[in-house]
């Protein structure tokens, strides 16, 4: 809705509110933009290949056309769009059923407003169609041209062709737009390596500007679990909801409605969470007031319900989690947990956290973090994130990194959450930053410090191994310093003291009959000399 | 000169040293680990000795073993400088040590580590050395730089040379790190007093006004905390010519630490305070009572900060100030609240020290012991 002139409120259509909404969808400036393009098209071809069984074959490439100019161009495997389907897909807002108001499964649609608004953001800024071409197994390969018409939110065909693809099936949109290349952070190449870790079952093929192709090969054969669809639970539930529910039912009594409707609600729970809203159950959910509604909500939050079920969730899985942080990066050690799932405001989900340490990362630099929302990577606004937060809330000292105070902590590693849910949890429209709640923040803190301990083991033993190495070194360093100091007082040969010096550090380093290691410790806590505040002088 | 006594000595040292490393050598064969046992150093062996007045090492042991993570590099150390000590005795060198550590320095194999990097590190190893084989500085041939001036009514011999300290000059006669008997002795001395200052240009200025002359005395100086070298000779007239010593030095925590030095020795030097300590020198100033008593305006103090009073506080609790008039004195400095140098007498005339104060408060006899 918008005001007009006259102060009247008027119906404004989706695509009129992206024109003048765009900051909020990730369009705000021309090197998001094209991130953005790219991710709402990965996403749908991801979701597109899983809903049909078939394991991702992703093809990525970005064009430059001018200075301010790129063309995009994302290509999948996937069953391919009916003919008559193309069009509303690619050409009218919010089409499809990824606005789901609550409950549902979990899916990476929540993410953006899809593809549609990326073929809007072409449009504004160069004029041009989206070109689109979509091959079913059965049909021959349609290609589309398509703008969307602003006011009423409808795709009109500029042209509408066959060719001959030799792709079996799939689906391949190519969108002309004023951006900008970056290769620094939240770069195109960095969103393909972040999503290539998350979604080990795919593979993506990357060409950039320069024509440079990028492979990211697939680490399982294995297609994830597809998400089930759960109702909502009623712990999660607010009076807005719950009155467009009650609006929708079709069943007759309120009881009904709360068994149906909701999930982990038996005849006993709804009896009870109606007795304490002091309502009748027999009466329609048509009829229930705004006082009535109110009293329920607050009935259905104060009432002992089972925790939500979670087959909704589909997390990455531990193993696949850790190869697949390791097919990325050259890495020293890995390691990767998955939590089991909890509940937020009756929504259910699960965290995962990975820990990647030494081999090619950086040692001066911090911890790269590396934040996932149901298998997308959060590329923007950190610092807002209720997963940074919870890094930041692990003593990363205890677990064998370099901090200083609450601060990232210091590589060489890599740190990755990714947070499961049927509704990702975000701050706003943006959906780049997961939303502080506790139980998410409390339960991603228990992974990192799982993750933690396990690193810190490994930089553990290594260090000792170091250390050893370093003692050894340099017993036999002195060993030859002091050899020749004693040959030139006692006049006996340097080469037979070594020898022996050298013999009696090898027994004694094998038999950890080194003295000196709590000594040696304890020397420098020990306070210097007290009356030190008169320094002697040095040449006394 | 005593030069069979000296090549005595000498031969006994370089005995000692490889005595210490034909150990070491022995030991390593039986494949045990070499350790080295010496006096400890530092202030948890160090005691004040009521009966001779003097700050003593305590006879607590330490032994280094080379096959110790903290210790090996300084049981290294040890010998490298023990070898380089040999090598300087043979060849009938003295040298210092800063020389020394030049000499021993040099990088380990084929790593980026020293042997010492910095001199504050191979200084205390040849202290260790001097404790450790019983060998005096100057018998391991080594010697610290020069610091220090004196004239005087007193004829001296250094190395075989005949020196008048009457006829220094305004620069005085340079004090050298060593200077035991074998090498400096008295000969014709008319003084009867000594006065130490802590400062050379207030040192100076008691030369300028001839002040050893008209007071037949000898005057010196050791630019701060005096070094052996001064502090031995000071101990020598003291021992050898009988002669009273006075210490003058700022009124602050700094200058009485001085005067300390020069009475009972340092922690550092603990070993060598039977050859150094003075137990009888007098404290002449400047006194806490001193602005009073000259009538010195305030400008001409500094304020205490502190740090300061911190140190005094510390100084308070000193076995040797305990006598009633050293805390009355040190109480007073804290109640003042401000500290005084030598040249703020200067105030009253630029030679109010030398004509006035110093020669007053000897007659007086206003000293602290």
Redesign the interface.
């Given at each position: 809705m918008a005001e007009d002139d006259n102060g009247k409120l008027r119906a404004i259509s989706v695509a009129e509110f992206f024109e003048k909404n765009r900051h909020l969808l990730g369009f705000d400036n021309p090197i998001r933009a094209l991130l953005t393009s790219v991710k709402e098209a990965v996403d749908n071809s991801l979701d597109a290949c899983e809903g049909a069984d078939v394991l991702p074959e992703i093809f990525v490439q970005i064009q430059e056309l001018g200075v301010t100019r790129y063309k995009v161009i994302v290509e999948d495997n996937g069953p391919g769009l009916p003919k008559d389907q193309i069009a509303p897909a690619f050409g009218k807002l919010l089409y499809g059923s990824k606005f789901v108001t609550f409950g549902g499964k979990q899916s990476r649609g929540q993410q953006g407003i899809g593809i549609s608004a990326a073929a809007l953001y072409c449009q504004l800024t160069t004029g041009r169609p989206v070109r689109i071409i979509s091959k079913t197994k059965k049909g021959e390969a349609q290609v589309i041209e398509l703008k969307i018409n602003v006011k009423s939110n409808e795709p009109e065909i500029i042209t509408h062709t066959t060719i001959d693809w030799t792709k079996e099936h799939g689906t391949r949109v190519e969108l002309e737009m004023e951006a900008k290349y970056t290769e620094k952070k939240a770069s195109v190449l960095e969103y393909m390596k972040e999503t290539a870790i998350v979604n080990p079952h795919a593979s993506f093929v990357y060409i950039d500007p320069e024509g440079q192709k990028i492979d990211f090969p697939r680490v399982t054969k294995e297609l994830p679990r597809k998400p089930e669809s759960i109702k909502p639970h009623p712990y999660g539930v607010e009076l807005g909801i719950l009155e467009r529910m009650l609006k929708e039912t079709s069943s007759r009594t309120l009881k009904s409605f709360l068994t149906t409707e909701f999930d982990k609600v038996g005849s006993g729970t709804a009896d009870e969470i109606l007795k304490n809203a002091g309502i009748d159950p027999k009466i329609s959910p048509k009829f229930v007031t705004i006082d009535q509604s109110d009293k329920l909500v607050k009935a259905m939050h104060g009432t002992k319900i089972m925790a939500p079920s979670t087959v909704g969730l589909v997390p990455i899985g531990a193993d696949i989690f850790k190869k697949s942080l390791e097919s990325e990066y050259n890495l020293e050690f890995a390691y990767a947990v998955t939590r089991p799932p909890s509940v937020y405001r009756g929504n259910p989900f699960v965290i995962e956290a990975a820990i990647g340490y030494g081999g090619e990362l950086p040692k001066d630099e911090g911890v790269k973090l590396v934040r996932f929302a149901n298998r997308v990577p959060l590329l923007y606004k950190q610092g807002d994130c209720a997963l940074t937060k919870a890094t930041l809330s692990v003593d990363w000292k205890n677990y064998g990194l370099s901090q200083s105070g609450s601060n990232m902590p210091g590589g060489p590693a890599i740190i990755l959450i990714h947070v499961a849910s049927v509704w990702a949890p975000f701050t706003s429209e943006s959906k780049e930053a997961v939303a502080n709640y506790d139980e998410i923040i409390k339960e991603a803190k228990l992974a990192l410090q799982e993750c933690g301990r396990q690193l810190q083991m490994y930089v553990g033993k290594k260090f000792k191994r170091e250390i050893a190495a370093k003692?050894k070194?340099?017993?036999?360093?002195?060993s030859?310093?002091?050899a020749?100091?004693?040959s030139?007082?006692?006049g006996?040969k340097k080469d037979e003291?070594e020898k022996?010096?050298l013999?009696?550090?090898e027994?004694?380093l094998a038999t950890g009959?080194?003295?000196?290691?709590a000594?040696?410790a304890k020397?420098e806590k020990k306070p210097k000399?007290?009356?030190g505040?008169?320094k002697?002088?040095?040449?006394? | 000169m005593a030069t069979d006594r000296a090549e005595q000595k000498d031969n006994e040292i370089i005995e000692k040293l490889k005595h210490a490393a034909d150990e070491v050598v022995k030991v390593a064969k039986e494949k045990q680990n070499p350790k080295l046992k010496m006096p400890l150093r530092g202030l948890s062996n160090v005691y004040f000795d009521e009966k001779d007045k003097m700050i003593k090492l305590g006879d607590k042991q330490q032994t280094r073993s080379f096959f110790n993570i903290g210790q090996a590099k300084k049981f290294m150390q040890t010998f490298l400088i023990a070898a380089s000590c040999k090598e300087l005795i043979k060849s009938g060198k003295t040298t210092s040590i800063r020389d020394i550590y030049y000499n021993t320095k040099h990088t380990i194999g084929d790593t980026d580590e020293n042997t010492f990097d910095e001199q504050d590190e191979s200084d205390p190893v040849i202290e260790d050395i001097e404790v450790g084989f019983d060998a005096l500085r100057e018998e391991l041939h080594l010697f610290a730089n020069s610091k220090g001036s004196m004239v005087g009514n007193l004829t001296i011999m250094d190395s075989g040379d005949t020196i008048d300290l009457r006829k220094m000059g305004s620069g005085g006669w340079s004090i050298p790190s060593i200077c035991e008997p074998h090498i400096i002795q008295f000969k014709n001395c008319e003084a009867k007093f000594v006065l130490f200052v802590e400062k050379d240009a207030v040192w100076r200025r008691f030369n300028e006004d001839k002040f050893w002359e008209k007071h037949n005395c000898i005057i010196l100086h050791g630019q701060g905390v005096p070094p052996r070298g001064v502090r031995r000779l000071l101990r020598r007239f003291a021992d050898e010519l009988k002669l009273p010593i006075y210490v003058l030095v700022d009124n602050d925590p700094w200058g009485l630490y001085i005067y300390s030095v020069i009475k009972q020795g340092s922690i550092n030097l603990a070993y060598e305070s039977v050859r150094m300590a003075v137990p009888t020198s007098k404290f002449i100033g400047l006194s806490s009572f001193d602005q009073d008593r000259y009538k010195l305006p305030k400008e001409v103090t500094i304020k205490l900060n502190d740090l300061d009073k911190k140190r005094i506080q510390e100084i308070l609790k000193y076995p040797w100030f305990q006598k009633k008039d050293w805390q009355k004195e040190l109480t007073h400095m804290l109640e003042k609240g401000v500290k005084l140098e030598l040249e703020a007498l200067s105030r009253k005339h630029i030679s109010f020290i030398s004509e006035t104060y110093v020669p007053e408060k000897i007659a007086r006899k206003e000293w602290l012991e």
């Open positions: 003692k070194e340099m017993f036999k360093n002195y030859i310093e002091l020749v100091a004693l030139d007082l006692t006996k003291i022996d010096l013999k009696v550090a027994e004694m009959a080194i003295e000196g290691e000594e040696a020397e000399r007290k009356l505040a008169f002697d002088s040095g040449d006394e | -």
